[in-house]
């Protein structure tokens, strides 16, 4: 499946942390598009390890992840406003 993660962590005292290990998390999983937003393609099986693993470090009342599922990438439209930097792109 296709995913987009949008992630939003509370600036607060253990926010920074948070917001470092959420990233790594992402990363290993994800191609990172900007700031907080990653995209990729994930297995089931995957996609429910990143879940476990995000669940460890999200606050849940404090922090904020959203995931947008699709079948494929293809049945997304991608429009770029501004500076073209498509990292998820297989021609150069």
């Given at each position: 499946?296709?995913?987009i ?80 930097d ?7």
């Amino acid at each position: 499946m296709y995913i987009i993660l949008i992630y939003d962590i509370m600036a607060d005292e253990e926010g920074a942390r948070v917001s470092r290990n959420i990233f790594k998390i992402c990363k290993k999983y994800l191609t990172h598009i900007q700031k907080s937003v990653f995209e990729g393609n994930l297995t089931q099986l995957n996609y429910l390890k990143l879940k476990t693993e995000l669940n460890n470090y999200i606050r849940q009342d404090k922090d904020s992840l959203i995931v947008f599922k699709s079948r494929s990438e293809r049945w997304l439209e991608k429009e770029f406003l501004g500076i073209v930097d498509d990292k998820t792109s297989n021609f150069f």
